[in-house]
């Protein structure tokens, strides 16, 4: 198995990053009852900890979304494998991600979503990888902006392990 190069964010450090962003969400959401849709699984670890840092009430749904093809950057192609519960028209929605990086999976979601009408669709990520974007996508909520890594750890899988890492880490070459 690969070994972890070193630690980008520690547990603590991810923890008051999302103290924050739970403080301005509810801020913003204050008058509102946002319908927060975690993509599976990768951002579950930061959904759960982003509602126990939400003083407006909400609803958690979760949607999954296979990407494939030989190569993501070469093709793009995405599905839903398993769908929100709710209807969303009307409602405010929050799309929780745990990286955006080509940005590809993410337009697809929002061009799936907002053809569902919602009364407001908006994107939070924990992690926020700039580097390899190939479609603009816009982000209103991110915990951290990184450089052009492949990270695990807090959510975050290689071939499905080291998600339940406390931190998130970079893994050896
Ligand atoms: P995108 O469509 O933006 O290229 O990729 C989004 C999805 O690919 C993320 O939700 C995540 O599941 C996966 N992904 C992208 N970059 C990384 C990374 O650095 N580490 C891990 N573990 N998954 C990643």
């Not at 008058?31 to 579950?44: D, F, M, S, W, Y």
């Not at 902006?145 to 750890?153: A, D, K, L, R, S």
């Amino acid at each position: 198995m690969e070994k972890i190069e070193k630690i980008l964010f520690t547990y603590e450090e991810i923890q008051e990053r999302i103290k924050e962003l739970g403080k301005i969400i509810s801020e913003d959401y204050k008058e509102k009852n946002p319908i927060l849709a975690c993509i599976l699984k990768g951002a579950v670890y930061f959904a759960v900890d982003l509602t126990r840092n939400l003083s407006v009430p909400f609803i958690l749904d979760f949607i999954s979304i296979l990407s494939y093809g030989p190569s993501k950057e070469t093709y793009g192609i995405v599905r839903i494998t398993k769908d929100l519960d709710i209807n969303i028209y009307n409602k405010d929605v929050i799309i929780i991600e745990d990286i955006v990086d080509t940005g590809l999976s993410l337009a697809y979601l929002l061009r799936v979503l907002k053809a569902r009408e919602p009364s407001s669709l908006k994107v939070c990520t924990l992690l926020d990888c700039p580097g390899r974007r190939i479609i603009d996508v816009p982000i209103d909520y991110k915990g951290f902006e990184i450089p052009n890594y492949y990270v695990v750890g807090y959510g975050l899988d290689y071939n499905e392990n080291y998600r339940n890492l406390m931190y998130i880490a970079v893994l050896e070459k």
